[in-house]
């Protein structure tokens, strides 16, 4: 059975990772780049925000939130190389990426599935844990169905993969690019190589998809209960085609159920997050999408950069200078990990199953006892070249002594 939504949107996350020595530089090439524009949250303009997150969080994520009005004006009256080095300072900075009039592309040749693309979004981390945000809206009155579908074509445009199958089938024309590779182009100029999210063994081709669907509320009601869309939930969420075979009962209870909110569920999964709505509720197409794209997004965001940051530590424990990676380590554990996102309900509850899904207390655990199987093994050096130092001491005392 075919279903219709009221309305949709899937944001494709890719994270990437720019050199901490290099981050300097790639903040200064997005602000002097004429597609980028420099986000700046405001307490007025982004209350919905600045009450979702705790004040900590809140001054980590949105380094401009909590400025007044005389502030913000003295901060765009520096100069450009002074904004630059305050901005590097800062936890975290965001950028617009400007496409121009709304990108319109078509999967598919004859009964293809057309979208647009009205946003893309840069989220730089001081440690140059990086996260590009790209939009996609499907055309016209959609199904589930070709919603499913176009999360599993999409998700592999960047990928070696989808060149070698050249399954994906995408096509998107704008005045800004004319083919798919201009597109996979501006992704790349974007990122980089990114060789080193492969090094961590983290997916860097793929994208992460972030989806909402409001279906019609004649598909989910009183009389149409949940249980009847669980098949394609599950796809959904786990970024399956609409024709994929799926075991219900391996794939366990994985949607959350918000207390305050009626007929919304909502999927976690390593791959992808997917909230399904109805429309028997005004609020499920009015206020629900635009509070999951913002408060909600920047969570996700936040967990999968402590994700990032927590495996390349657990590189760099390995690979490189000890004191550096305690420092920033300890640095991370004080200032982000341990605290709490938000003190709304349903917030608190689909972060915690985001942390619980990523498996991010073991992972952090795990970089715990790397951290102190490495520090040990820098003490017993250290101690080691003491004993080199005093020694040499000794022996040259030693032989001073027969000399005279």
């Known amino acids: 059975m075919e279903r ?44 919905d925000v600045y009450t979702f997150f705790m004040p900590k969080v ?3 994520l949105f380094w401009s939130i909590s400025y007044n009005q005389e502030q913000l004006r003295t901060f765009q009256e520096l100069g450009r190389t002074l904004q630059i080095r305050m901005l590097t300072q800062k936890p975290c900075v965001m950028f617009d990426y400007d496409l ?24 730089c981390f001081k440690t140059g844990i990086c996260f590009l945000l790209i939009k996609t809206i499907l055309n016209e009155a959609n199904m589930l169905s070709e919603v499913i579908n176009f999360n599993y074509k999409f998700r592999d445009i960047n990928s070696d993969y989808a060149k070698l199958q050249e ?45 909402y669907v409001c279906l019609e509320q004649e598909f989910w009601n009183e009389k149409k209960p949940f249980t009847e869309l669980e098949n394609e939930f599950a796809k959904l969420k786990n970024v399956l085609p609409y024709k994929a075979q799926i075991n219900l009962i391996e794939q366990g209870k994985q949607e959350i159920t918000l207390s305050t909110l009626q007929y919304v569920k909502i999927g976690v999964t390593k791959q992808a997050i997917a909230l399904l709505t109805s429309s028997v509720n005004t609020e499920n197409y009015t206020k629900i999408p635009h509070r999951y794209e913002r408060s909600y997004l920047y969570a996700y965001i936040l967990a999968l950069y402590k994700q990032v940051f927590l495996e390349r530590t657990k590189y760099d424990f390995q690979k490189r200078n000890f004191t550096k990676t305690e420092k920033n380590f300890i640095q991370f554990t004080e200032s982000i990990w341990n605290e709490e996102v938000t003190c709304e309900v349903d917030g608190s509850e689909f972060y915690k199953n985001i942390i619980k899904t990523l498996k991010l207390d073991d992972l952090y655990q795990e970089v715990k006892n790397r951290y102190q199987i490495a520090n040990k093994k820098s003490n017993t050096r250290r101690i080691q070249d003491i004993s080199y130092i005093l020694l040499a001491i000794f022996l040259i005392i030693i032989i001073q002594m027969l000399l005279f």
């Open 4 to 47: 219709r939504t009221k309305y949709q949107y899937t944001y494709f996350i890719h994270p990437f990772i720019i050199e901490e020595k290099k981050y300097e530089e790639y903040i200064t090439r997005l602000i002097k780049d004429k597609r980028c524009h420099l986000k700046v949250f405001t307490k007025e303009k982004d209350l």
């Open 58 to 60: 809140r001054k980590y």
């Open 100 to 123: 121009g009039d709304f990108p319109q592309g078509k999967v598919g040749e004859k009964d293809g599935i057309f979208f647009d693309i009205p946003k893309m979004e840069i989220i």
């Open 167 to 211: 399954y994906e089938n995408i096509k998107i024309q704008t005045e800004c690019f004319q083919h798919m590779k201009d597109f996979k182009q501006i992704i790349q100029e974007i990122t980089g190589k990114n060789d080193l999210m492969a090094k961590l063994n983290l997916q860097n081709e793929r994208f992460l998809t972030y989806t």
